[in-house]
């Protein structure tokens, strides 16, 4: 039997459109010859279409696509992904299934059964996990149908109490599909090989893993789908970021699989895939919300360069504009690097002093500021001036303002990795201590420790949730840590009110670390 | 068996406080001669702790402030909720619990069965569902000990697969205890007392059920702690929006429970309680943020004027500080009915001119806008110097910036409700057509459909979860059912970046709402 793993990107709610891409990809495939074509889990609608599932509409939308998508599977099938009716009246009203079409119609369920619901994962908001578990048949070959998290929970401090594939196991399946929405993280496609080699290793069977690509807002997703044998050998594996599709044929004899597709490309420097998962996430948010063009502050430090560099790679050069604004204490220098990089890339950019605009509201606030010395009102008034230019210039053109704050660690790692041929970015930018000169001589480590120190301190913190006893038995300094967890609680409102960010970590802020705003925890 | 019902408001992570507070509420309920007190569902940590429960460091605090108050049961018992491990190695390592302390340490446990993860909760990301179920006893009473959700799936079409209940009856409890965490919308109380009375009409036995206090971000916690007979009665409760101790004294021989505290206030209208909840859930912010003070932006238009008169009796109308900012285009009516408002109420108020700031900003944006038309860009630029000049005065003397976003149709009950006994928001402010007044002559009704129509289908699409057929057919026009749809969708991105908002519908925008950003369904 041959089967296809056929990696798209798809757009959550738009039918039409992922509809058309299937039954499009059912042709290409029945043209190579193939029996089967594996979709990724909830392709039909998109993966995570959240709280759009509980429109009745939506889920019609989504019957209907699976019975369009149905009436082109003659010769051929497909195992899609899309919603189903739990018909017991007990429990939730959905499943997340997986959908084996073929000879028009639909041949057979297979039912999620394990729903993450940790991080970025709300699963169980939205289905009901299943709890009976068949092999399906097709052409003879007995398949053990699973859907993403079902295969994950091999690990010796289980989260869930029960595997799936033990069960379908006893019914000696000649092979395991499992269809899958899992978002990247820098360490994510190791983690993955691993799981998947785990379940080759205790069930004896190849497994055809499909994944999306693509990014739905802040998530990204690498793809990375692929073939394993029985001995968890890669056999054959997609494209990393990109739409592919490749093909593997099964004999049930002998339970061998080959392919002559490439195989999967299991090694890439962390930086690597950061930057190229970060250009997919720009990229595809314009794309999907129906934008091109950009706009973004520049002022000559690392955290504005590597966004330009980023988005001129995402959406051209000729869409991205630079905006510098520099303040009275802005330093030549500064503005100098600025234009050698919107230079060195191509892009337009302006120079708007906002020392107009800031004197201005100064002195409308005069006659209530007095003489109050100069302080963080004052330096914010200027970052804020900032963004109503930006803001201005996005609402005149249709520009798309893109945030340029930093997660600083990751910043220095990616600038280098975009100078990796040649100096783009001034390497004076990645050098100099960060300061968003919004006074004299202001430095980033007059009010922060130094980078180097902080970044571990978050990352003990944030991704390793280390208690402050944990972080000063390591060595930190008691007084740094403490006023940098408490810096980080305090400010969760900030984070509540942030656009959405790229996510590349496997604790990241954003949808995936929902904190208390009011609270008084290491606070 | 004389119970105390205590309902306190807590802060999330404050062991300290919670502790103390639980520590004192015992001590008094012991002099009144309770000999049992119930505390509300984690009431040790505050509710919900959301990701904090991610720490070991956390849940080890939590354990040591139980053994602080287990270490006050002496001659009396107390029914604290609180995290407790999960010692088998399989499934989430969490359980939500309720502890039974008495004679000086932990007596019992029993698990949350059923974990909501709906709307604003997210529980099974966290806890494992208990399966196993048995009553505790104390002083000879065998108590069904059960935690909010758990006594909510007696519907015809219940979202759970059991109930523990079930299971508890079989062993002849003599009374039901549920200890909760649940928010205020405005006809949750109604349906609480629903499913509280579909209880004793099922199981026969009272029901004590202790609810907290207070407002944890958005999250309101109305209270209304209370006890029922056997058959459904109304024997006491708590007061709604404000800390309460209740009394009850049952008598297991014939199942009969009696007090001396007030009975549960049963009714009010539907405005009065938002008015309330909303009064609560500002105060609570400001003190538990550890803030005293409040800024806005006053328009003389009735949301700015609502929102002033709440912040006023939430704060102390000394705390609050209105500043008018009219533009070139607003009303001398729009000015005179704010000051008429603020002077009402008897708030500070001033008015800066933003004629200046915008001018000086539009001049350096000159060069770039040259001779294009007026348009968004300069509306939009206006309200944004009206934000700039607030968080400078904001961060300038440190007060807190208010949002005056509108929800409409609640704002004018509410205003009249304000209005009640005499007239401090000017009926002008209610009665005139909305406007920003960013443009000669402009009113929202020019961009958006009239208020009444407006409200009618955002209530239907959003709190009913209706389809646009569903619309058409229930008599709206059906160009503006899907204007009006696409434009709640597309602008999906501007909630995501919104500050908190208080919560008091049952699908409210907020944490309780989550749609996809990037997304083409009825868009």
């Known amino acids: 039997m041959r089967i296809a793993l056929a990696q798209l990107n798809y757009i959550i709610g738009d039918f039409d459109l992922n509809t058309s891409k299937i039954i499009a990809t059912i042709e290409k495939c029945r043209q190579q010859g193939a029996d089967l074509v594996v979709f990724a889990e909830l392709s039909v609608c998109g993966y995570p279409p959240r709280d759009f599932l509980e429109f009745d509409d939506f889920i019609l939308k989504s019957y209907k696509a699976i019975d369009a998508i149905a009436s082109h599977c003659e010769g051929i099938a497909a195992i899609v992904g899309a919603p189903s009716h739990n018909p017991d009246v007990k429990g939730k009203n959905l499943f997340n299934s997986a959908w084996l079409l073929s000879d028009g119609k639909v041949q057979a369920l297979a039912h999620k059964a394990l729903l993450p619901t940790y991080d970025i994962f709300d699963e169980y908001r939205y289905f009901e996990p299943n709890r009976t578990f068949d092999c399906i048949t097709y052409k003879g070959i007995k398949i053990a149908l699973t859907i993403c998290e079902d295969i994950w929970n091999l690990a010796p401090d289980p989260l869930y109490i029960s595997n799936p594939m033990d069960v379908l196991a006893l019914q000696t399946p000649d092979i395991m599909i499992n269809i899958a929405a899992s978002p990247f993280t820098y360490d994510q496609q190791k983690t993955r090989l691993e799981i998947l080699?785990?379940?080759?290793?205790?069930?004896?069977?190849?497994?055809?893993?499909?994944?999306?690509?693509?990014?739905?807002?802040?998530?990204?997703?690498?793809?990375?789908?692929?073939?394993l044998d029985s001995e968890g050998k890669n056999v054959a594996g997609c494209k990393a970021f990109d739409?592919?599709?490749?093909?593997?044929?099964?004999?049930?004899?002998?339970?061998?699989?080959?392919?002559?597709?490439?195989?999967?490309?299991?090694?890439?420097?962390?930086?690597?895939?950061?930057?190229?998962?970060?250009?997919?996430?720009?990229?595809?948010?314009?794309?999907?919300?129906?934008?091109?063009?950009?706009?973004?502050?520049?002022?000559?430090?690392?955290?504005?360069?590597?966004?330009?560099?980023?988005?001129?790679?995402?959406?051209?050069?000729?869409?991205?504009?630079?905006?510098?604004?520099?303040?009275?204490?802005?330093?030549d220098h500064s503005i100098a690097d600025a234009v050698a990089l919107a230079e060195n890339l191509g892009c337009k950019y302006d120079t708007i002093g906002i020392k107009e605009g800031y004197n201005s509201i100064l002195e409308s606030l005069k006659p209530f500021f007095k003489d109050l010395p100069f302080n963080v009102a004052e330096e914010n008034l200027q970052a804020r001036v900032r963004a109503v230019l930006l803001m201005g210039l996005a609402n005149k053109f249709g520009y798309i303002l893109l945030n340029t704050s930093n997660k600083s660690e990751a910043s220095v790692g990616l600038a280098d990795y975009i100078n990796r041929d040649h100096e783009i970015i001034p390497v004076n930018s990645i050098a100099k201590p960060p300061s968003a000169e919004l006074?004299?001589?202001?430095?980033?480590?007059?009010?922060?420790?130094?980078?180097?120190?902080?970044?571990?301190?978050?990352?003990?913190?944030?991704?390793?949730?280390?208690?402050?006893?944990?972080?000063?038995?390591?060595?930190f300094d008691e007084t740094t840590v403490k006023r940098v967890l408490r810096m980080v609680n305090m400010n969760e409102w900030k984070r509540h009110q942030t656009p959405p960010i790229l996510r590349v970590s496997p604790k990241a802020f954003g949808q995936g670390r929902r904190m208390p705003i009011v609270g008084r925890y290491l606070s």
Chains 1, 2 share one sequence.
């Not at 049930?252 to 420097?269: A, C, G, R, T, Y």
């Open 197 to 227: 080699k785990a379940n080759t290793n205790q069930y004896k069977i190849p497994i055809i893993y499909v994944n999306q690509v693509g990014a739905q807002t802040e998530l990204l997703f690498d793809g990375n789908s692929c073939v």
């Open 243 to 331: 739409e592919d599709i490749c093909f593997a044929d099964f004999n049930p004899d002998d339970k061998s699989i080959v392919s002559d597709s490439p195989q999967l490309i299991e090694n890439s420097s962390k930086t690597a895939l950061i930057h190229d998962a970060l250009v997919m996430g720009i990229r595809d948010y314009f794309v999907k919300m129906g934008f091109s063009k950009a706009i973004l502050g520049l002022s000559g430090g690392i955290d504005s360069a590597l966004t330009l560099a980023l988005a001129a790679e995402a959406l051209g050069n000729e869409n991205v504009y630079a905006v510098l604004l520099p303040s009275e204490y802005s330093s």
């Open 439 to 475: 006074r004299p001589g202001q430095k980033d480590s007059d009010s922060l420790p130094e980078y180097d120190i902080l970044d571990q301190i978050l990352y003990n913190y944030i991704e390793l949730r280390q208690s402050p006893a944990d972080l000063v038995a390591s060595g």
